[in-house]
C-alpha cells in the first residue's frame, strides 16, 4: 500500500447514502460528520413527520458560507436553488467536488443565511475508491 492510498475499510465509509433529519426550528441531525460517495445520495426528512409544526424552508449544502447545491446535487427541484424535506432522495453528482460541506437550514432561498442557533449537519463527499 503506497502513502496515499486508502484501505478498502476506509473506502467503505464513502459507501453510505445518509439521512438527514430536520425539526420545525430548522434543526439539522446527525450532527457529526456523514459520508457520502461521488454518485451516491441524501435524504432530508422530517425529525418527527406527526410533529404540528413541520419545517417548510431550505436546507443547503454549503462551504464558507457559499452554496454548493447546484455543484454537489443533480436533482434539485424545478426552479429551486436548494433543497428541501421531502420524501425522496438527493442525488449525489458524480463530478461532485471531493470535501466537507455543512448541511444546513437556511431562510434564503438564493443565498446562504443560516438560521440563527439551529444546528448544522456535515456531509464528507468522497470518490468511493
Known amino acids: 500500500m503506497t502513502r496515499n492510498q486508502l484501505r478498502e475499510s476506509d ?64 436533482n434539485l427541484d424545478s426552479g429551486e436553488n436548494h433543497m428541501k424535506v421531502r420524501s425522496s432522495q438527493y442525488n449525489v453528482k458524480s463530478t461532485a467536488p471531493v470535501g466537507d460541506y455543512t448541511v444546513g437550514a437556511t431562510t434564503s432561498d438564493t443565498g446562504v443565511t443560516p438560521i440563527p442557533m439551529a444546528s448544522t449537519g456535515d456531509v464528507r463527499v468522497g470518490n468511493g475508491g
Open 11 to 74: 473506502v467503505k465509509k464513502f459507501d453510505a447514502n445518509p439521512i438527514f433529519t430536520v425539526d420545525g426550528d430548522g434543526n439539522v441531525a446527525p450532527t457529526t460528520a456523514q459520508s457520502v460517495a461521488q454518485g451516491g445520495s441524501l435524504l432530508i426528512q422530517s425529525a418527527n413527520p406527526a410533529a404540528t409544526t413541520q419545517y417548510t424552508g431550505y436546507i443547503c449544502v454549503y462551504q464558507n458560507l457559499t452554496c454548493k447545491c447546484s455543484t454537489v446535487i443533480g
